[in-house]
């Protein structure tokens, strides 16, 4: 490995992984620009996926109150989650996955332009287990298709009125899940071959430090201070995502 793609690889870690300490989620939209410099395509993912659950796993312990406290809504985004994945990688056979992706970074951009940079934030306070399972389905189904899971939940989970330990008691574990689905589908691809096990030794120690930094400033946050970093990172997804396409 050389000495310039090692430096690629590091950066990317410590951006990935502090986005993933600080929010959650959006590891990929901060890392990924920096791995796909040095690496192939399906290689920078594989790297990405795998880097954000083992990080991830400090975001959860975290939040693990939270998660324990209401398993049941948690359920209710992951399980129809799960079961959407399967469903967008078939509909990739009959469906532009680019159109998809820049329809969904319009969405992205409309939403986290507008409410990003209001005084009052949304505060969406009734109860949807249905619209919250339909969410997690649409993100499993998305993920699948255009690699972007966390996006439609994101934007849901950052217009309830809830903590932030509880927001991301939601987020957090529906990505693990779903990108752990990824990994799988990677692994049975051969994606983690030498080339990626070699990127994995120099990026997940120091994903690992760079989530630690972000959960010290997770902490730090308000409630509406964390709502309104994820309605921002929407923004930003939307963004990356729209670049991507053109470029």
Same mark, same amino acid.
């Given at each position: 490995? $050389? ?17 993933? +300490? ?14 796909? @410099? ?28 939270? %998660? ?9 985004? @992951? ?36 409410? +990003? ?30 690699? @972007? ?8 989970? $950052?217009?309830?009125?809830? $903590? ?18 990824? %990994? ?22 120091? +994903? ?11 902490? $730090? ?10 309605? &921002? &990172? ?14």
């Amino acid at each position: 490995m $050389s000495g310039e793609t090692a430096l690629f690889l590091i950066c990317g870690a410590a951006a990935g992984g502090f986005i993933n +300490g600080l929010a959650g989620s959006g590891t990929a939209l901060f890392a990924l620009g920096f791995y796909l @410099v040095v690496l192939e395509p399906i290689t920078a993912v594989a790297i990405v996926a795998l880097m954000s659950v083992i990080v991830g796993l400090q975001g959860l312990w975290v939040v693990r109150a939270a %998660i324990f406290a209401n398993p049941v809504r948690l359920s209710r985004f @992951v399980v129809p989650g799960l079961l959407g994945v399967p469903i967008g990688l078939s509909l990739l056979e009959v469906i532009n996955a680019g159109a998809l992706r820049v329809g969904i970074a319009a969405l992205l951009i409309i939403y986290g332009g507008y409410f +990003g940079f209001r005084a009052a934030l949304p505060a969406f306070t009734r109860l949807t287990p249905w619209l919250d399972s339909a969410v997690g389905f649409v993100g499993g189904i998305l993920g699948g298709a255009a690699a @972007v899971s966390g996006a439609i939940p994101a934007m849901w989970v $950052s217009i309830r009125p809830w $903590s932030k330990a509880e927001t991301r008691a939601v987020l957090q574990p529906f990505n693990v899940a779903i990108l752990s689905t990824t %990994i799988a589908l990677l692994l049975m691809k051969g994606a983690y071959d030498r080339t990626a096990l070699n990127a994995l030794f120099v990026t997940i120690p120091v +994903g690992l430090v760079a989530g630690q930094i972000g959960i010290m400033v997770f902490r $730090s946050l308000t409630d509406i201070g964390f709502r309104r970093i994820l309605i &921002l &990172l929407s923004l930003l997804l939307g963004l990356a995502i729209l670049a991507g396409e053109l470029t």
